[in-house]
C-alpha cells in the first residue's frame, strides 16, 4: 500500500434527499457532498456553470484605478507595454491582453523576459531591457510584480506608471504600483470570490471591465466585442497553472474548453494537430499535451515563440512555430530526465524518511529551466517539501513544491535573511540564495517542516469518494460523472473503492518498454479490465484485495468499455472494521 486511504464519510441519508430534489443518482450526490456542495442552488450552478453566474471585476481591488488609468493611456494616446511571464498562464495572459487592447484601440507593446538572463518576474536587469526597447509611461505587469518592490519604486522614479495583474502572494509592505490588482488584497472580502483566479483569469476580468466602461462611455467597438472567443486562451492558461477549479475558475474552464475544441485562433489549431491532441480536448490533454509544448521554449530560453504562436495571424505562420515548440519539449524531457536521475538516484540512496522533512538538492550544473518538473518529480518519489536548485551565475536559483499543510512561500519568508529573492504561493514557489547558504537553508527548511506537519502528513493521502461493487461501474455509470467534469485541483476526478475482489487471470504486460500492466478484476458478479500504469515491478496480490481505482472510459477501435485505472490496493479486510 503506497497510500494513506482516506475514505470520504458516507452521508447516506443527505445524498439520497439532495437525489430526490435534483434527481440525481446517489452515487453522484455523494460525490457532490464529498466537495462541499450541500445546498441545490450551488449544486446547480456548479453542474451547469454558466458565464452569467461570473462576479462583477469592479469588485476586485484596484481593478477601477487599473481601468482609469488605462482609460487616461488611450485618450492621450499613450503607448503601453505588457510585461508577461514566461510559462504558460503568463503567455496566455499576454497574448489574451494584447489582442483585446490592440482591437478596441490601446497601442500596446509586449515584453517577455528571458529566463537565463533576466530571472522571474520584474527583475532589474528584466525592466531595465524593457524600457531600452519600450520607452513608455506605463507598464502593465502580468502574472508577476507582487512583492517587486525595487523595480517599481525603480520606474515610478522614472515617470512610469506601473499597473500590476497578479495572482501571487502579495509582499509587506506591497510595491507602490498605480494599481495592484490581486484577488490576495481582498481575501475575505466581497473579492474573494476571485481567490482561486490564476493571471488569465485576471486578464479576462480585466478586459471584462474596460468593455463595460468603454460600452458606458461609447468607446468604438466596444458595443459589438464578444468576449467568448477569448475563453480558449483562459482555458489554457488556468489548467496549465494548476490552479483550484473550482469558484469563478469553473465556468471559465468548461466553457473555454468549449471554445479550445472549436477555436478557429490559427496557433491553437496547429498546436493541436502537433500534439495530435483529440477533437474533445479536456483537462488532461491541456495538462500534459498542450501547456508543456508551449512551456518548452520559456523553460529553455525564452517564451516569445509560444506568445508568437498564440498570435499566429493564420495557420501558415502557426504550424513551424508549433513544431519547433515540438521540439524544444523533446528537448526539455530528454534535459529533465537526465537531471531527474542525477536527483532521485543519490537521493534514494540516502533519505531517511524519519528525519528527511523537507529536500533541498542544489547543482550549479543542473539547468534552471527545468528545476521546477524536476521537483514535482522528486515530490511524487518522496512526499516531501521539494527545492531544487540549478546554476545562475554565481548565484543559485531553484523552484519548490509542496504538499499539504506546508506553505512553502510562508516558509520562504521564514528563511529571509538566507536568500537572496523568494516568491510565489503555499504550493510552489521560487527562490535564488548564495551556494554558501545552502546547507543553512536545507536545515532551517528541514526544521520548519517538522514543526509543521505531523507524522501522517507525510504519507501521500489518497482520497476516495465512496466504495462501490463492481457490477455498478458501469458506462451509464461513468457518463452520469463525466458531470463533474472538468476535473482538477480542489474538484478531483472520482475515486472509488471496491472490496475483497480477485484477479481472474494473470496480469500482463503492455507498453512498448512493458512497462504498464493489465490486469482483470472481478468480485464474481461482474469483470472489469483495469490498467496500472507505470506499474514498474510492482508487489502484486497474492489473494483476495482490496482496490482503489478511478473509473474511465477505454473507447479503442470501436469497442467501448469500462476500464478501472489502478491507483492502490492493499490485502482484503473484513467490511465490519470499516474503511479504511
Known amino acids: 500500500m503506497k497510500f494513506r486511504w482516506t475514505l470520504a464519510p458516507p452521508q447516506t441519508a443527505l445524498a439520497e434527499r439532495l437525489a430526490a430534489d435534483l434527481k440525481l443518482p446517489p452515487l453522484l450526490a455523494q460525490c457532490l457532498l464529498n466537495r462541499g456542495l450541500s445546498d441545490p442552488a450551488?449544486?446547480?450552478?456548479?453542474?451547469?456553470?454558466?458565464?452569467?453566474?461570473?462576479a462583477d471585476p469592479f469588485l476586485l481591488p484596484n481593478m477601477a484605478a487599473a481601468?482609469?488609468?488605462?482609460?487616461q493611456a488611450r485618450q492621450r494616446n499613450e503607448p503601453l507595454v505588457i510585461f508577461g511571464d514566461y510559462d504558460v498562464d503568463g503567455v496566455t495572459s499576454t497574448?489574451?491582453?494584447?489582442?483585446?487592447?490592440?482591437?478596441?484601440?490601446?497601442?500596446?507593446?509586449?515584453?517577455?523576459?528571458?529566463?537565463?538572463d533576466e530571472g522571474y518576474g520584474l527583475s532589474q536587469d528584466g525592466v531595465e531591457n524593457c524600457l531600452k526597447k519600450f520607452p513608455v509611461p506605463l507598464l502593465l505587469a502580468v502574472d508577476c510584480g507582487s512583492t517587486t518592490v525595487g523595480s517599481i519604486a525603480w520606474l515610478r522614479e522614472r515617470g512610469v506608471d506601473v499597473i500590476v495583474l497578479d495572482h501571487h502572494q502579495v509582499s509587506a509592505p506591497p510595491p507602490a504600483a498605480t494599481a495592484l490588482v490581486?484577488?490576495?488584497?481582498?481575501?475575505?472580502?466581497?473579492?474573494?470570490p476571485f481567490i482561486e483566479l490564476c493571471s488569465v483569469g485576471l486578464a479576462f476580468k480585466l478586459a471584462h471591465a474596460l468593455l463595460k466602461r468603454g460600452r458606458e462611455i461609447g468607446l468604438p467597438g466596444a458595443a459589438d466585442f464578444d468576449l467568448r472567443p477569448l475563453?480558449?486562451?483562459v482555458a489554457l492558461g488556468t489548467i496549465a497553472d494548476i490552479v483550484p477549479l473550482t469558484g469563478e475558475n469553473r465556468p471559465l474552464v468548461a466553457i473555454g474548453l468549449q471554445r479550445l475544441a472549436a477555436t478557429r485562433r490559427p496557433g491553437l489549431v496547429a498546436l493541436k494537430r502537433v500534439a495530435q491532441c483529440p477533437a474533445l480536448p479536456g483537462t488532461y490533454e491541456v495538462g500534459y499535451q498542450l501547456a508543456p509544448r508551449l512551456n518548452a521554449a520559456g523553460r529553455l530560453e525564452t517564451a516569445e515563440e509560444a506568445l508568437r504562436l498564440l498570435m499566429a495571424p493564420d495557420l501558415a505562420d502557426a504550424m513551424p512555430i508549433a513544431q519547433a515548440l515540438d521540439t524544444h519539449n523533446r528537448e526539455r524531457q530528454n534535459i529533465e530526465r537526465d537531471m531527474a536521475d542525477k536527483v532521485i538516484g543519490p537521493l534514494r540512496a540516502r533519505f531517511n524518511p524519519a528525519t528527511d522533512c523537507a529536500i533541498v538538492e542544489a547543482d550549479a550544473s543542473w539547468h534552471i529551466g527545468v528545476v521546477g518538473i524536476v521537483a514535482s518529480r522528486v515530490l511524487q518519489q518522496f512526499y516531501r517539501p521539494t527545492i531544487i536548485l540549478g546554476g545562475d551565475g554565481g548565484d543559485l536559483r531553484g523552484s519548490g513544491r509542496s504538499i499539504a499543510g506546508f506553505d512553502l512561500a510562508a516558509a520562504l519568508r521564514q528563511c529571509g535573511d538566507l536568500l537572496l529573492r523568494h516568491g510565489g504561493h503555499a504550493m510552489a514557489a521560487g527562490v535564488t540564495l548564495s551556494p554558501a547558504n545552502v546547507d543553512a537553508f536545507r536545515t532551517r527548511l528541514n526544521d520548519l517542516a517538522r514543526r509543521a506537519l505531523t507524522p501522517e502528513q507525510f504519507q501521500a493521502p489518497l482520497r476516495l469518494d465512496a466504495e462501490v461493487r463492481l457490477p455498478e461501474v458501469t458506462l451509464e455509470c461513468l457518463a452520469i460523472l463525466d458531470q463533474l467534469k472538468p476535473t482538477g485541483p480542489s474538484n478531483p476526478a472520482v475515486q472509488l473503492i471496491v472490496r475483497n475482489v480477485g484477479m481472474q487471470r494473470p496480469p500482463q504486460r503492455m507498453g512498448t518498454q512493458k512497462q504498464h500492466l493489465k490486469l482483470w478484476i472481478?468480485?464474481?458478479?461482474?469483470?472489469?479490465?483495469a490498467v496500472w500504469w507505470s506499474a514498474a515491478d510492482p508487489p502484486m496480490p497474492a489473494d483476495r484485495f482490496d482496490l482503489a481505482f478511478a473509473p474511465q472510459v477505454n473507447d479503442y477501435n470501436g469497442r467501448r468499455i469500462v476500464q478501472l485505472k489502478v491507483l492502490d490496493w492493499r490485502p482484503a479486510r473484513d467490511p465490519r472494521l470499516g474503511c479504511p
Open 522 to 529: 472481478t468480485d464474481g458478479a461482474a469483470t472489469h479490465e
Open 67 to 71: 481601468v482609469e488609468r488605462l482609460f
Open 42 to 54: 450551488p449544486i446547480t450552478g456548479f453542474l451547469q456553470p454558466r458565464l452569467k453566474d461570473l
Open 231 to 233: 475563453l480558449d486562451l
Open 182 to 192: 490581486n484577488p490576495q488584497l481582498g481575501a475575505g472580502s466581497p473579492a474573494s
Open 95 to 116: 497574448a489574451l491582453l494584447l489582442e483585446f487592447l490592440r482591437a478596441l484601440g490601446w497601442t500596446a507593446h509586449c515584453y517577455l523576459p528571458h529566463r537565463m
